[in-house]
């Protein structure tokens, strides 16, 4: 139905072959986008390069969003070799493990600011460096969870810096959409990725998920990624400011 053939997208988050983002990225890939990969550090990348590789990936640079050098390369590099970006995938999110184990109570302000400022805050700062080159419109989306909307046990302070994610999300959406330009949550179950491996119990949440959702199956990184290849297409173009919940109908049983 759609075709994102001479698209120019970048994701930022792919961590290995399980984590959204590459799911994000293949699915973009497959529907004939251009793809700008980044890695978070030299530890990273020999994980992420040859995944990044093998979709083709035009560009493939470190990224590590508390580096406004790194990001300022990034940005002068897709400026210089394609002059605009279609599709901006955000889906990265850190809490120190101190901080996301306690109590939301506990939390201390140094955790919370550093989850607030990696999580959402950064959000913010690509598409700021986004903007300008999507003159013709785009589209920006991150990755939340249902943890943001309802307690979700072990998720802790991860829930309020998502919800925030989400309101942030809206905000822009409604800012930027005169200029043609659509801002998106992606908000996947419970899935199996390695940030994910990180929440207390995150087993347990996985099978009560499975049981729970009306499909009796969890999301999938291609599940989430077909969703983002369409979100990124013209046909979805009127749509904004959504979280869009990609989960076997796990969000809607009460």
Same mark, same amino acid.
């Given at each position: 139905?759609?075709?994102? $053939?001479?698209?120019?997208?970048?994701?930022?988050?792919?961590?290995?072959?399980?984590?959204?983002?590459?799911?994000? $990225?293949?699915?973009?890939?497959?529907?004939?986008?251009?793809?700008?990969?980044?890695?978070?550090?030299?530890?990273?990348?020999?994980?992420?390069?040859?995944?990044?590789?093998?979709?083709?990936? *035009?560009?493939?640079?470190? !990224?590590?969003?508390?580096?406004?050098?790194?990001? @300022?390369?990034?940005?002068? *590099?897709?400026?210089?070799?394609?002059?605009?970006?279609?599709?901006?995938?955000?889906?990265?999110?850190?809490?120190?493990?101190?901080?996301?184990?306690?109590?939301?109570?506990?939390?201390?302000? *140094?955790?919370?600011? +550093?989850?607030?400022?990696?999580?959402?805050?950064?959000?913010?700062? #690509?598409?700021?460096?986004?903007?300008?080159?999507?003159?013709?419109?785009?589209?920006?989306?991150?990755?939340?969870?249902?943890?943001?909307?309802?307690?979700? @046990?072990?998720?802790?302070?991860?829930?309020?810096?998502?919800?925030?994610?989400?309101?942030? #999300?809206?905000?822009?959406?409604?800012?930027?959409? =005169?200029?043609?330009?659509?801002?998106?949550?992606?908000?996947?179950? =419970?899935?199996?990725?390695?940030?994910?491996?990180?929440? $207390?119990?995150?087993? *347990?949440? !996985?099978?009560?998920?499975?049981?729970?959702?009306?499909?009796?199956? +969890?999301?999938?990184? @291609?599940?989430?990624?077909?969703?983002?290849?369409?979100?990124?297409?013209? @046909?979805?173009?009127?749509?904004?400011?959504?979280?869009?919940?990609?989960?076997?109908?796990?969000?809607?049983?009460?």
């Amino acid at each position: 139905m759609f075709s994102l $053939a001479g698209q120019k997208a970048l994701v930022i988050g792919v961590a290995n072959d399980h984590s959204i983002a590459h799911g994000c $990225a293949a699915a973009l890939r497959a529907q004939g986008a251009d793809l700008a990969i980044t890695y978070l550090n030299e530890k990273a990348e020999p994980h992420v390069r040859p995944l990044a590789e093998a979709l083709g990936a *035009e560009i493939i640079m470190p !990224l590590d969003v508390r580096d406004e050098a790194q990001a @300022e390369a990034l940005f002068a *590099e897709i400026t210089a070799r394609w002059g605009r970006l279609d599709t901006l995938v955000h889906s990265i999110a850190f809490c120190p493990k101190d901080d996301l184990h306690g109590r939301v109570v506990d939390c201390s302000a *140094e955790g919370f600011a +550093l989850a607030m400022d990696v999580s959402v805050h950064s959000f913010l700062r #690509m598409i700021r460096r986004a903007e300008p080159l999507m003159p013709h419109g785009g589209t920006c989306m991150t990755v939340s969870f249902y943890g943001a909307e309802k307690v979700v @046990e072990h998720y802790n302070v991860m829930g309020p810096v998502k919800a925030a994610l989400e309101a942030t #999300m809206r905000y822009v959406a409604a800012e930027l959409g =005169p200029r043609g330009i659509s801002v998106h949550a992606l908000s996947p179950g =419970p899935l199996r990725t390695r940030a994910a491996s990180g929440i $207390a119990e995150f087993d *347990e949440l !996985l099978d009560r998920a499975a049981e729970r959702a009306p499909t009796s199956m +969890l999301a999938s990184i @291609e599940d989430v990624g077909a969703y983002a290849a369409f979100l990124a297409s013209r @046909e979805a173009f009127n749509v904004t400011g959504g979280v869009h919940h990609i989960d076997g109908g796990y969000s809607i049983i009460g």
